[in-house]
């Protein structure tokens, strides 16, 4: 009787351990440590440009440009350091800004774009704000887009490992999100 009760017993270990022996055994190996490990994925710009570019149908041009527009206006927005910090946290930030539009040779426009030119002659806020409108459309992006382009920032950093830069960004962008 004891016999039997030793094959059963081996009968079903061996069947239920065949049936389950993929589950059981990455269990046992991630209770030992050996498992698969997953790596943390450290937000960067490029990957930032690809994603905005996709969720939004522009080109890779318009979407680091206007990136490196945002981001110019947040290193003005910041303390050297805290953009340090920022840039630590977001690699490939100095390079975004090198790809923001130089409008410094655009002559002033007229209608509301003129009144808006006339109106940041006298507020450095809002000369900012304005420079970075008129990057955008010189990307051959409407200014509207702005805010979209800041929500898909803020969405690519919706990370733990971007939530460093994530608060950054939106300090340096108060302005924009006010």
């Known amino acids: 009787m004891k016999s039997i009760l030793t094959l059963v017993t081996i009968i079903t270990l061996t069947f239920s351990s065949q049936t389950y022996a993929q589950g059981w055994f990455e269990s046992l190996k991630s209770m030992i440590g050996l498992g698969e490990e997953t790596q943390e ?49 977001l690699p490939g930030v100095n390079e975004l800004i090198k790809s923001a539009p130089d409008i410094s040779q655009l002559k002033e426009s007229g209608g509301l774009s003129g009144l808006m030119d006339k109106a940041a002659e006298y507020n ?26 800041i929500e898909q920032a803020k ?4 990370s ?19």
Not at 155 to 158: A, F
Not at 160 to 178: C, H, P, R, V, Y
């Open 41 to 89: 994925v450290t937000p960067n710009a490029n990957d930032m440009i690809s994603m905005l570019s996709q969720n939004l149908g522009v080109d890779a041009d318009q979407a680091s440009g206007g990136l490196g527009s945002l981001f110019n206006y947040v290193k003005g927005n910041l303390s050297d350091e805290k953009f340090g910090q920022l840039s630590k946290a």
């Open 124 to 149: 450095d806020s809002l000369k900012a704000i304005n420079g970075v409108k008129k990057q955008f459309e010189a990307l051959g992006l409407k200014p509207e887009m702005i805010m979209q382009y």
């Open 155 to 158: 969405k690519y950093l919706d």
């Open 160 to 178: 733990e490992q971007g939530q460093q830069a994530k608060q950054l960004l939106m300090q340096g962008l108060s302005d924009f999100t006010q």
